[in-house]
């Protein structure tokens, strides 16, 4: 493993190039704001066939919870 000019420990193979300096960085700076904002759920593939992105889950999610509560609103027991 050879050594780039400059480089702490970098070799060849390295796709990072010597001009990104994150040093000042702060690891998980945003991770907790990004957390709140974000529900990530993943789907099984066979459901994942029927709903190929966000807009459409969203949809159908949104027109299930319509009948729910609509339900909810006919049923004095719930």
């Given amino acids: 493993m050879s050594k780039k000019p400059g480089g702490k420990g970098t070799s060849e193979d390295d796709e990072m190039l010597p ?3 994150f040093s000042g960085g702060v690891r998980g700076k945003y991770a907790e704001r ?3 904002a974000r529900n990530v ?3 099984d593939p066979d459901v ?3 709903f190929p992105d ?3 889950v969203n949809r ?3 027109a299930m919870a319509a009948d729910m509560r609509e339900q ?3 049923d004095p027991a719930a």
């Fill in 48 to 50: 994942a066939e029927v």
């Fill in 54 to 56: 966000s807009e459409t």
């Fill in 60 to 62: 159908a999610l949104r």
């Fill in 41 to 43: 759920v993943v789907l």
């Fill in 34 to 36: 990004f957390a709140r």
């Fill in 72 to 74: 909810r609103a006919h």
């Fill in 19 to 21: 001009e990104y300096d």
